[in-house]
């Protein structure tokens, strides 16, 4: 039985796709729940309006991250913490402090975009890789100077 989904059910589409179900799966379940439709022509006709919107928000959102992570890409970025003379820093600099600073420099992102395996708790040069939705990556510099 072909239907249209009103609503995202996981493990079979997002909502406007047209998917192709059992019988009493779609009775008991998505039709119940009002998680779908029967794929008449006027509920065709929506899902597909509904795809164009969906594709049209998703390049939109496509050129947005592409400037943000060029933008990004080589960024640099000073912090002056105070450290011991070894080098090692008193407070670390976490991916929060990061995020931070450069929203305070204009470029808002968010901390699940920086991709740190523990947070910088040694003095000098550190590479962070930030990783975006559409599997947008870049790489910027982070430089902690000792006060």
Do not use: W
């Not at 640099?76 to 008193?90: P, S, V, Y």
């Not at 003095?123 to 947008?136: A, D, N, P, T, Y």
């Amino acid at each position: 039985m072909k239907i249209v989904l009103l609503k995202s059910v996981e493990k079979l589409g997002l909502e406007g796709d047209v998917c192709d179900v059992t019988e009493g799966y779609a009775r008991n379940f998505l039709f119940a729940r009002k998680l779908a439709t029967s794929a008449t022509a006027e509920a065709l006709a929506k899902a597909a309006q509904l795809r164009k919107e969906r594709e049209h928000g998703a390049e939109r959102d496509l050129t947005r991250i592409e400037s943000r992570a060029s933008r990004l890409d080589g960024f640099e970025l000073e912090f002056k913490e105070r450290a011991n003379e070894q080098g090692t820093l008193f407070a670390a600099v976490t991916a929060a402090k990061i995020v931070s600073t450069l929203k305070k420099k204009g470029v808002p992102i968010d901390e699940k975009n920086i991709v740190l395996p523990h947070p910088l708790k040694e003095v000098g040069e550190h590479e962070v890789r930030l990783q975006f939705s559409h599997g947008l990556e870049a790489t910027m510099r982070v430089i902690i100077s000792a006060v």
